[in-house]
């Protein structure tokens, strides 16, 4: 267990970006409100997955909806705590821990402002490893664990429990309608998790792991140093590809941002194009007709000076951008967890084959 | 149809005039700390070498006095908050993120009550009048004169904040209200920091208008004054006063748009050179291409509609440091007519160096005559790298580009430069962003979420209502052309939401028609000097 300091939540936020692959939504409200609680005094603790006991109850959160809707209802800690404390009173039991179901974007912050609320340590974990668009899309459903029940909260004191589901994706579709009613926007519980299968299904340490990126970052930007080679050597990284965006084409369909953008090449990359296909997040880069990388695989975009990443609905043409490539965490390389969040749950008929070689 | 444009620069005031579509007559003057002498001598000039007794239509003035209060934190007025938005949003209240310094300054006061609306045009919560009704009395019993009212998804249904501002104009006298639907789209911080950042600035506003008004009737002149805006078009003098915020980038912008008027082009990048910096931008269909990102103002974060610009510290001023072969960001700025060498000074500028390699003929050539022919063409490659990396940047695709280059220090530019088609040099290209400021057009802008309807259908919505916007700004109706229509799905949003964005823009509607000014004046101002 480590106190996270004030520049601690700066980094997490950077690396949360960064990890949340072009989608997960900004963590700019949810900094504001961090930053907020610490000057107020308030101090979260990150605690290693390894020091839960097997039976500990542990709250898994998220906000759920459009990144636009966040942008008028911004983000508020005590929605969050609130799904938290609902989901305890519906279980009649408290909370030991919480953590994120996804580290990438808002979201990977989400777990500190519930615990400083409830006055809980924070889980060194989360379910994604990364961002990514469903419920089913988890480490915690590659392991078949129970999908329910779940707590959604909005701030108008509209509170749903969501008892049962016959499966991930029955629960993802029940909560997204739920989610449309309160206005696109709604800060949920999921299923509840003991400490024995937060250990077992648990993507570890991905919080610390956002914090190691983001001061990464802001080390080598004091420095004067390229900010992606830090980024590379934080994570055992890969660089794909560097250029110019000259394309990008949006769409949405059945509620998710859908598109493409091309990447010309500069430098060493010059006279060569990479394409890259979105579903809210970056999901496969393709080169002269072929796959170079895909989901579950990290596929990041970032500003190839300042190290930023570039979200999904903010690329535009003409920036200069820098295409890197993270290692999933192991559970989606299973067949199962391919089944889950590889290609082919994204709609591309091709197998996945990790840049990292074998 | 004449026009006089006016730009207040950091060092210059530069002041055009143009008849029928051709410039008759450029002027440059220093800018005076009180801007306001600065804009009576540029007018002054003008009359002395123009003949301005044949009447001028309009009088357009593009500044950076309301950027620099910001940025300089003086001449700002402290504002009432009124957040439309309960129960949600009141983890980050008004003022959040700000500097606490610039906070201070501006903040009279923070209200939150419950209202606003949903992203589908569903009430979010009912408007709580009646505590509407008790801050009024409270803002007036504070002696508070200007009120920032913001709410929910106002951009998509602006009646709540519609509803508080006419309570706050029946409790409070004299009271002036920004309603951030008004200054952005979708994003409650930004808008209402874009909000604020404007209604602490309208006193200050007021009074610079009214100075520019005193200018122009001193010099004779009795034409509508108009002020040009971030997005290279003019708003009349009433409309700047409510929104100075508007006006904040006009510098840059006008020198875009004058430099595509100047050229007959309407697809280039253009380069800025001035005293101090080398501004990048690219025109799209004749206007600067806009930021698509945050902007920050003084430290404050805003999502303006700014053009989207490269700036760097490459002028006519800049200091040139031989050994190391480098040029800039360091300038000697006004200082350069006493300090460069060729004038006198000790110190070695970008312009010694032109001319030394005799792109120029200023000063006194002998004073640097010890720099030798190697070291000029060392110092003008490097200057060529700069201009050629920035020219890159500012490129949407591979292909080689036409460049328009104006300013006072286009003379640096060299005629070849790696991915450039061509560089186009223009008469009076040292007073484009005056000449901007005289041939700019009126807009009309809308930023809204659509649903349940085609792509096209929304497009022409938006654009019918950005034409509306534009007519009640002064838009002649038969003139209205589409310069920018973009549309965002939306994710998680059912429906097939997206995000429309259209601007509009427009030519003056005549004077006679659109400020409904007196025949006897318009004479008046042509048998005038």
């Not at chain 1, 004191?157 to 309160?182: D, L, P, Y």
């Not at chain 2, 207040?8 to 220093?30: E, M, P, R």
């Amino acid at each position: 267990m480590r106190q996270l300091s004030a520049e601690d939540i700066e980094a997490l936020a950077v690396g949360a970006w960064i990890l949340g692959t072009g989608g997960g939504g900004s963590p700019y409200h949810a900094l504001l409100n961090l930053r907020r609680l610490y000057n107020d005094g308030v101090r979260i603790d990150l605690m290693d997955p390894d020091e839960l006991g097997d039976d500990d109850a542990v709250a898994v959160v998220s906000v759920m909806g459009a990144p636009l809707v966040i942008l008028e209802r911004l983000v508020d800690s005590r929605l969050i705590a609130r799904a938290v404390s609902a989901m305890e009173e519906h279980l009649g039991r408290k909370f030991k821990a919480v953590m994120a179901v996804e580290i990438g974007g808002g979201n990977g912050m989400q777990s500190l402002l519930a615990a400083a609320h409830l006055k809980i340590p924070v889980v060194d974990a989360d379910a994604m490893g990364r961002a990514y668009p469903e419920a089913q899309m988890t480490s915690f459903a590659v392991g078949d664990l129970a999908p329910y029940p779940l707590t959604s909260i909005d701030p108008r004191g509209n509170e749903v429990i969501v008892g049962n589901t016959a499966s991930w994706k029955w629960m993802e579709r029940v909560s997204r309608k739920v989610c449309t009613e309160f206005g696109s926007i709604a800060a949920t519980c999921k299923a509840p998790r003991r400490g024995v299968e937060v250990k077992k299904w648990g993507i570890p340490r991905t919080t610390s792991k956002a914090i190691n990126l983001g001061r990464a970052v802001a080390e080598a930007n004091r420095k004067h140093v390229d900010p992606i080679a830090a980024i590379l050597e934080a994570e055992s990284g890969k660089r794909l590809f560097s250029g110019k965006v000259i394309e990008v084409e949006r769409r949405t369909t059945e509620g998710f941002l859908r598109g493409r953008t091309v990447i010309e090449g500069l430098g060493d990359d010059r006279d060569a194009q990479v394409e890259i296909n979105f579903q809210n997040e970056w999901i496969v880069v393709w080169r002269d007709g072929r796959p170079v990388v895909s989901t579950p695989e990290l596929i990041c975009v970032l500003d190839s000076e300042s190290g930023e990443a570039i979200g999904t609905e903010t690329i535009r043409y003409g920036q200069r951008a820098t295409v890197i490539a993270l290692p999933a965490s192991p559970v989606f390389l299973s067949p199962r967890g391919l089944d889950h969040v590889g290609p082919r749950a994204f709609g591309y008929d091709i197998d996945f084959k990790s840049v990292f070689g074998s | 149809m004449r026009r006089i444009g006016i730009d207040v620069g950091g060092t210059n005031t530069d002041a055009v005039l143009i008849a029928d579509g051709k410039v008759v007559q450029g002027v440059k003057v220093a800018t005076t700390a009180d801007v306001t002498s600065g804009v009576v001598a540029a007018i002054d000039a003008l009359g002395l070498t123009a003949d301005l007794g044949a009447g001028v239509d309009a009088v357009m003035i593009g500044t950076t006095h309301f950027i620099n209060a910001v940025v300089q934190r003086r001449h700002l007025t402290k504002v009432a908050v009124i957040r439309i938005a309960l129960p949600a949003a009141s983890a980050l209240p008004p003022f959040t993120d700000w500097p606490s310094g610039l906070a201070e300054l501006a903040n009279g006061g923070v209200w939150q009550i419950e209202g606003g609306h949903d992203y589908d045009g569903r009430r979010f919560a009912p408007l709580d009048v009646a505590a509407a009704r008790k801050i009024a009395r409270e803002i007036r019993d504070l002696g508070l004169k200007y009120v920032v009212v913001n709410a929910l998804f106002s951009p998509l249904d602006p009646s709540d904040e519609e509803t508080v501002a006419s309570i706050l104009r029946e409790a409070v006298p004299d009271v002036s209200v920004t309603c951030s639907h008004l200054l952005g789209g979708i994003g409650l911080l930004e808008r209402e920091n874009a909000a604020i950042l404007n209604a602490s600035l309208i006193a200050l506003a007021e009074e610079t208008i009214q100075a520019f008004e005193q200018a122009k009737s001193k010099v004779g002149l009795s034409a509508p004054l108009f002020v040009t805006q971030n997005d290279g078009t003019v708003a009349e003098a009433a409309r700047a006063v409510a929104f100075p915020v508007f006006s904040f980038a006009s510098g840059p912008t006008n020198s875009m748009r004058g430099a595509a008027y100047l050229s007959g082009l309407k697809e280039a990048v253009v380069v800025d050179v001035g005293g101090t910096t080398a501004d990048f931008g690219h025109l799209r269909l004749g206007f600067p291409r806009e930021a698509n990102a945050v902007v920050h103002v003084g430290g404050v974060r805003t999502l303006f509609r700014m053009p989207d610009l490269v700036s760097i510290g490459l002028g006519g001023g800049s200091h040139v440091d031989l050994d190391a072969c480098s040029v800039g960001p360091i300038s000697v700025g006004y200082g350069l007519p006493k300090e460069g060498l060729v004038f006198g000074g000790s110190t070695l500028t970008a312009t010694d160096i032109g001319v030394a390699a005799g792109l120029i003929d200023l000063g006194d050539r002998k004073r640097v005559a010890h720099v030798s022919a190697e070291q000029v063409r060392s110092v003008l490659r490097r200057i060529k790298e700069m201009i050629e990396e920035n020219v890159d940047r500012m490129k949407t695709s591979a292909g080689d580009v036409t460049l328009i280059a104006v300013g006072g220090g286009a003379f640096l530019m060299p005629e070849e430069l790696q991915g450039v088609e061509r560089v186009v040099r223009v008469p009076h290209g040292g007073c484009a962003n005056a000449v901007g400021a005289a041939i700019a057009q009126v807009s009309g802008e809308v930023d809204q979420v659509f649903q349940g309807v085609t792509r096209s259908e929304a497009i022409a919505a938006a654009r019918e209502l950005a034409g509306a916007r534009a007519i009640e700004a002064g838009a002649d109706s038969d003139s209205l052309a589409l310069v920018e229509a973009e549309d965002t799905p939306i994710a998680y949003l059912p429906g097939n939401a997206m995000r429309v964005r259209v601007k509009v823009v427009g030519d003056i509607r005549s004077t006679r028609s659109s400020n409904g000014r007196t025949t006897s004046e318009e004479l008046e101002c042509q048998s005038g000097s």
